[in-house]
C-alpha cells in the first residue's frame, strides 16, 4: 500500500526582503503607537466627562438656589405639585436640560420633582452635606436612575440654610457624549496611521535603494563574507572616514603599519605621525603602486576614495621582493666585476702569449709576477684596513666593478676598522648603498673618484662616502633620504627612492643619524654614525693605520680581432 505524503502547511512569518520587514515593522509600531494613544486619550476622557456633568449639575444648583424667592416660597407654602416651588424648579430643569431640579426642606422633604407623585416624600440619598451648608458633587443612583448630580444648601435673606437643592444630569448622556467622541478619535488615529505608514512605506522604499533591496540575511552573510575576506587575505587594507580617521584596519595593516586596537577612530597623524607613510595614506602624495617604508617594511600602497568622502588603502609587503631585487642587483654587480676581470685576464692572456711567442720568457715571467701582484695587492690594502670579513669582501668587490666603469674607488687614510661589529650585514646593506649611489652618480664624469671612511670610536661605528659627483643641493639634504624620492629612472624589476631612506632607518634603528653634505670640492659627503655598533674593544692594540692607497683595477682594451 503508498503512503500520500502529507500536505505541506503553510508556514507564516516575517517576509525575506528587508524592505517588507522594515515595511512591516514600521507599520505595526505606527499601528501600536496609534492604539495607546487612543487607549490613554479615551482613558481620561471619561472621567472629563462625569467632571464636566457634575459640574454642571452643580452649577445649575448653584443658579437655582441664588433665587430670592425660592427660600420664602419654601417656608410660606406646602410641598404640592402645583405649589411654586415646584413651578420654578421645572422652569428651570427645562431651560437648563437638568434631568431633575429638586428643593427639599430641612427635613429632606421634597417640594419639587420631575414625578410630582415623588413630592412630600423624602429623598433617596442622604442630603445631610448639603443641609450642614456644604456642596457636593458625585455619580450616584436615584429614583430616576443612575446621574451626575450636584447639591447646594438653600438660604434665606438672612443667610441661614431653610433646605437644599439638588439637580441632577442624566448619565447615559454623559455616556452618549463620550460613545460620539469615539468615532471621531478613531478618524484622528486613522488618519495618523495612514501618515505613519505612508512615511514607513517611503523610508523603506529609501532602505530598499540604499540596500540594493538585499534581505537581512543576505546582509549578514555579506558581512560576515567581508570579516572573512578582510582579514584573510594578504593585503593590509586600512579605510578611513571623509575626516581622515581611522575607521576599519584589518589583521595585514596591523602587522605591517605596527598598529593595534587603539588606532581604530583616530587621525592617521595621530596613529602613525608625520611621514610619508601618512601622506599616502591620506592621498597628499597622488599616484598608483606609490613605495614607503614603515619601520623596516617596504609597502606599496594604493588609495581609492569612496563615496562617503572617505578612501580605502591597500598595502603590500614589499619587503622581500625589494631585498630579491637588491640581491639581483648585487647579483648583476657581481657579473659585471666578473665580465671585468674576464676582459682583464683576456688581455693579460693576449698579452703574455705574445711575449712567448717572441721568446721574451722573462719579461713574460715579470709580467705574471705583476699581475698577481696587483690583485694580492687590491685585497691586501683593504683587510690591512678594514678588518670584518663582509665588510672587506664587499669592497673588494666594489674596487673591482668601479674600475670597469672608470672610477677610482679608494679607502681614506684615516680608516681603520675592527672586526667587532654587533651587526655586519646592517653595516653592509649602508656600505653597498651609499657607494652604488655615489658610483652611480660620478659615472660617465672625468677623473672620477669616490672615497670610503671607515673609523672606530670606542664603540661608535663612523662611515663617510665622498664622491667628486654633481652634489645634492642644499634644499634636498632631508628630502633625498624620504620615501620613494630619486632622480633617476627605476628599473624593471623595482622601484628606486629606497635605499637612502632604508640606509636612515637602519642608523636610527641602532640610534644614531644619517646625513649629507657638500664634499671639499665639489659632490656630495654622506656621514653615518652608529653608537654601540662596535663590541667592547679586545685588550690587543689594533695596528696603526698606513698610508692611503687607491684601489682599482688596471683595464687595457682588448684588441678587435
Known sequence: MSRTPPARRLRLGMPRRMFSQVLLMQVAIAAGVAVLATGLFLAPLSDQLDDQAMRRALAIAQTTAAQPQLADELTSTRPSADGPVQAEAERIREASGAEYVVVMDMHGVRWSHTNPAEIGGRVSTDPQQALAGR?????????????????VPLRD?????VGAVSVGIEYDSVRARLIHAIPGLFAYAGGALAVGALAAYLISRRVQRQTRDLAFSDIAGLLAEREAMLHGIREGVVALDREGRIRLLNDEARRLLGLGDEAVGQPLGTAL?????????????????LLTVRGQRVLVANRMPTDDGGAVATLRDRTELEQLGRELDSTRGLIDALRAQDHEHANRMHTLLGLLELEMFDDAVEFVGEVVGDHRATAEQITERIHDPL???LLVGKATVAAERAVALTVSDSTLFPDRLVDPRGLVTIVGNLVDNALDAVAGAPHARVEVELRAEGRTAVLRVRDTGPGIPAGHHELIFTDGWSTKEPPAHRGRGIGLSLVRRLAERQGGSAQVAQAEGGGAEFTIVLPEALAE??????????PAREISATTTKEEPR
Open 157 to 161: 435673606a438672612g443667610g441661614d440654610i
Open 537 to 546: 674593544p679586545a685588550l690587543t692594540s689594533p695596528p696603526e693605520p698606513g
Open 273 to 289: 605621525g608625520e611621514g610619508r607613510t601618512t601622506d599616502v595614506l591620506a592621498g597628499t602624495v597622488g599616484g598608483t603602486d
Open 391 to 393: 665588510l672587506a669582501a
Open 135 to 151: 456642596e457636593v458633587m458625585q455619580i450616584d443612583d436615584g429614583t430616576l436612575g443612575r446621574s451626575a448630580r450636584g447639591k
